[in-house]
């Protein structure tokens, strides 16, 4: 998720570098405060917090008030100023290759018969007068629309060459079949049911990679005060003035916002035409550890086998 947040007195209008979708902005004065965002009017009253998300995807907010705000906004993705977006709207099919990769759309049926957007392998329908708005699917650069309606849409996502898509998990599973002898498929019929290895494999490698400090495992974001902490978060990189209660933030020093370096744990995958959030040289280790818990059965201790651990350098 990138973050920004700002504060002021009075009106303002700020450009953001990366496309948003989510805002949320508290009143500090005693009069009552007035948001724009692509051209929807939200009114925040005094000594009033509001937020909102999944709204259509924007760069320019402007505030109108009299007095003390804060403000922070957020969009889906971790890639900052490298967001590319595209937008098309049109009445029946229609197909779209990009130039770029995405992995999420926001998509409106503006007629009066259902819309089916297909990304790549995955099709999702959208009834009439409807809007649905999908974030961090598997990577895709072609769009296709069925449909007799009009219909719009707006579809985001990072710069191909500044992406390491990594590992799919189609990829490691016969590995993982070859090292349990399964490659018959008769211990485990369907590769759905290695899924749950390649998992305790990735909660492993997330515990052993922080616990070295390896470097693939930090991010780096604008904390701000009261703001949720980050999906992933395991610790900061170093001493930074915060305290964590609650599931949010708080800064200790009188600053509207800090930027923080720390470590994040990768997510599990659910199917097996998902990507795993490693750089491809750990394809490897995923592969040997998730055979190790597949022999098992159980959460097993492997965290001396020194053959395992080079394979993380």
Same mark, same amino acid.
């Given at each position: 998720?990138?973050?920004?947040?700002?504060?002021?007195?009075?009106?303002?209008?700020?450009?953001?570098?990366?496309?948003?979708?989510?805002?949320?902005?508290?009143?500090?004065?005693?009069?009552?405060?007035?948001?724009?965002?692509?051209?929807?009017?939200?009114?925040?009253?005094?000594?009033?917090?509001?937020?909102?998300?999944? @709204?259509?995807?924007?760069? /320019?907010?402007?505030? +109108?008030?009299? %007095?003390?705000?804060?403000? !922070? $906004?957020?969009?889906?993705?971790?890639?900052?100023?490298?967001?590319?977006?595209?937008?098309?709207?049109?009445?029946?099919?229609?197909?779209?290759?990009?130039?770029?990769?995405?992995?999420?759309?926001?998509?409106?049926?503006?007629?009066?018969?259902?819309?089916?957007?297909?990304?790549?392998?995955?099709?999702?329908?959208?009834?009439?007068?409807?809007?649905?708005?999908?974030?961090?699917?598997?990577?895709?650069?072609?769009?296709? @629309?069925?449909?007799?309606? /009009?219909?719009?849409? +707006?579809?985001? %996502?990072?710069?191909?060459? !500044? $992406?390491?898509?990594?590992?799919?998990?189609?990829?490691?599973?016969?590995?993982?079949?070859?090292?349990?002898?399964?490659?018959?498929?008769?211990?485990?019929?369907?590769?759905?049911?290695?899924?749950?290895?390649?998992?305790?494999?990735?909660?492993?490698?997330?515990?052993?990679?922080?616990?070295?400090?390896?470097?693939?495992?930090?991010?780096?974001?604008?904390?701000?005060?009261?703001?949720?902490?980050?999906?992933?978060?395991?610790?900061?990189?170093?001493?930074?003035?915060?305290?964590?209660?609650? %599931?949010?933030?708080?800064?200790? $020093?009188?600053?509207?916002?800090?930027?923080?370096?720390?470590?994040?744990?990768?997510?599990?995958?659910?199917?097996?035409?998902?990507?795993?959030?490693?750089?491809?040289?750990?394809?490897?280790?995923?592969?040997?550890?998730?055979?190790?818990?597949?022999?098992?059965?159980?959460?097993?201790?492997?965290?001396?086998?020194?053959?395992?651990?080079?394979?993380?350098?």
């Amino acid at each position: 998720m990138q973050l920004a947040s700002f504060i002021g007195t009075g009106n303002i209008m700020k450009e953001i570098d990366f496309y948003s979708d989510t805002f949320l902005i508290t009143n500090d004065s005693a009069s009552t405060l007035t948001v724009i965002i692509s051209n929807n009017l939200y009114t925040v009253e005094p000594n009033f917090k509001y937020g909102l998300s999944g @709204i259509h995807l924007f760069n /320019s907010i402007t505030i +109108v008030s009299s %007095g003390d705000w804060r403000c !922070e $906004v957020q969009g889906p993705n971790n890639i900052g100023s490298n967001v590319q977006s595209y937008s098309l709207s049109g009445t029946g099919n229609a197909s779209k290759t990009l130039d770029f990769l995405a992995d999420t759309v926001h998509i409106a049926n503006t007629g009066m018969t259902d819309v089916t957007i297909t990304l790549e392998d995955k099709s999702f329908l959208i009834l009439p007068n409807e809007e649905f708005v999908k974030k961090e699917l598997n990577f895709f650069t072609s769009v296709s @629309i069925t449909a007799i309606g /009009s219909w719009s849409f +707006v579809i985001q %996502g990072p710069l191909s060459t !500044e $992406v390491e898509l990594g590992i799919l998990v189609s990829d490691l599973l016969p590995g993982v079949r070859q090292c349990i002898r399964d490659e018959g498929k008769e211990e485990y019929m369907e590769d759905a049911d290695l899924l749950i290895f390649i998992n305790d494999a990735i909660s492993y490698l997330n515990k052993v990679l922080i616990a070295a400090g390896n470097q693939v495992m930090i991010e780096e974001g604008l904390f701000t005060n009261n703001m949720y902490i980050p999906n992933g978060f395991e610790k900061t990189c170093g001493k930074y003035p915060l305290k964590f209660a609650n %599931g949010k933030i708080q800064l200790l $020093v009188d600053s509207s916002a800090v930027n923080v370096r720390y470590f994040c744990n990768r997510p599990h995958v659910t199917t097996v035409s998902d990507r795993i959030a490693f750089p491809a040289r750990f394809a490897p280790a995923v592969t040997q550890v998730a055979a190790m818990f597949a022999l098992n059965r159980i959460t097993a201790d492997i965290t001396q086998d020194q053959s395992l651990l080079a394979l993380l350098n």
